[in-house]
């Protein structure tokens, strides 16, 4: 079968094996809980919600993958969509790697999902996801950015530290996840480019290094990154508020 007529089948990978230390000490970030459901539930039913997604990859603690089969078989989730729990790595480079050694030879796009990017909006998902399927191989949502941004030499925490340049605003912008590759690129970036100290966190970073063309499609508001604990109070806000519009 030709590449032209292989059907299209989108798989996402959720890393969720790290700690989230910037929330403080207690469990993972992944495994804290928003409106009363853990992150990585909120994260599974996003990447769930978009039909073209018929496999979702989630990426556990190595010692935590009984504890995380377990959350996700207490909490509803979509019947189409086959779920696999596999332990992770050290860095999130080795985890998503593999999360996606795991994926079936079938698979022929992959979307990777931060797991503390629990609210994405289904319609973001698609977009990336037809993106890929219309050819592109590398696929970022992303925002334009609200605030002035300088590029400065870093110091100690808290020390003034000098500004080397402003870069034109209007040129920035802010990446979210789900990130959307075809498989094949985005396993020859993750053997092909050695990311060192604490890996890559920008798996979209890594398909440039091969000199890839990534394009950006529009990202959401409401796909923030749910690092601090302001961030959570956000995030309690935004799900309480689509509980009260039925869009949830």
Known sequence: MSDESRPHRTAAVIP????GVRLGPGAPKA???LGGTPMLIHAVRAMARSRAVTLVVVVAPSDGTGEVRRMLDEHALPERTQILVVPGGETRQESVRAGLDALPADITAVLIHD????LVPVDTVDTVVE????????????LPLADTVKEVEPGRPGEPEPVVSTPVRARLRAVQTPQGFD?????????????????ATDDAGMVEQLGVTVVAVPGHEEAFKVT???????????????????AY
């Open 31 to 33: 495994l804290r809980t």
């Open 228 to 246: 601090r604990p302001l961030d959570l109070v956000l995030a309690e806000a935004v799900l309480a508020r689509r509980r009260a519009t039925d």
């Open 183 to 199: 498989l094949a690129t985005l396993r020859l970036a993750h053997e092909k480019v050695a990311v060192s100290g604490e890996g």
């Open 16 to 19: 969720a094996a790290g700690r």
């Open 115 to 118: 797991a503390a990017r629990p």
């Open 131 to 142: 993106a890929v399927r219309d050819g592109a191989l590398a696929v970022v949502p992303a």
